[in-house]
């Protein structure tokens, strides 16, 4: 378990350190089923929503490596800290930040089912850069996983997040961003690609400011709710602020 804390917000990271992919942008540590190297420990959920509480936490994001070693990816276990969260915090927001459970969408229920409020998972980049950045995953997949997460629980606020500097075009960004609105996601997070160590994908660009504002207006102009683009801006990064001013949009 791997947190990072904010101003009564925190994201806890769950299901292990070891992720079973190799994303391009991704520095957490890979391991490999076939070493057995994979571990899950049982009583995560419950130490998390214990270290949540004594936190005083108002707002958490729950999110996890990949975990493709595990029939159901993981699901349960998600699931069932998003649940001992709750119980430990009733006031507080949860938001998932979920993998996308190899297209399993009878996992992603699984976890939706356990009561969070915001349900992100991110695309990450456009379709032609898959292959590079993340070539275990599937864009339509993931847009799929999206979709499913507003039409199972509608009352949810879903999100989406990206990141530009990898060699897209601001147009290839436009057309991600309408997959994204045509897959009922409410909210959109664009931030700048940093190399995170010399063995991940180099920065292709440094994107503009007024790039980013120009993103963020032309994705209020199809109808998000709302578009957080900056340099700095991150999935999880703020949420807890992200969560409140998208929720004051839609009032």
Same mark, same amino acid.
């Given at each position: ?33 076939? /070493?057995?190297?994979?571990t899950l420990d049982p009583s995560e959920p419950e130490n998390v929503g214990r270290m949540a509480a004594q936190m005083k936490l108002r707002y ?64 990450e980049t456009i379709p032609r850069l898959y292959g590079r950045v993340r070539p275990q995953a599937n864009y339509r997949q993931s847009l799929d996983?999206?979709?499913?997460? /507003? ?101």
């Amino acid at each position: 378990m791997h947190e990072c804390f904010s101003r009564g917000a925190a994201t806890f990271m769950i299901l292990g350190n070891l992720c079973t992919r190799g994303c391009g942008f991704c520095s957490v540590p890979k391991g490999s089923p076939r /070493k057995k190297e994979f571990t899950l420990d049982p009583s995560e959920p419950e130490n998390v929503g214990r270290m949540a509480a004594q936190m005083k936490l108002r707002y958490v994001v729950i999110t996890a490596v990949n975990r493709d070693d595990l029939p159901d990816g993981g699901s349960t276990h998600f699931a069932e800290t998003v649940r001992q969260v709750s119980k430990a915090l009733p006031q507080a927001r949860i938001e998932v930040l979920t993998p996308d459970f190899c297209g399993d969408l009878d996992a992603v229920a699984r976890v939706l089912d356990a009561g969070p409020h915001v349900f992100n998972h991110n695309m990450e980049t456009i379709p032609r850069l898959y292959g590079r950045v993340r070539p275990q995953a599937n864009y339509r997949q993931s847009l799929d996983v999206l979709q499913f997460g /507003k039409r199972h629980r509608p009352d949810l606020l879903t999100k989406s997040g990206l990141m530009v500097g990898l060699g897209e075009r601001p147009a290839e960004v436009e057309s991600l961003l309408r997959d994204l609105h045509e897959a009922d996601v409410d909210v959109a997070t664009i931030g700048q690609y940093l190399q995170p160590t010399r063995r991940n994908l180099p920065v292709s660009e440094y994107v503009t400011p007024a790039q980013f504002d120009a993103y963020r207006e032309y994705g209020l102009s199809i109808g998000f709710k709302m578009v957080f683009s900056g340099p700095l801006v991150r999935s999880s990064y703020m949420a807890d602020l992200v969560n409140e001013q998208a929720s004051q949009a839609t009032v």
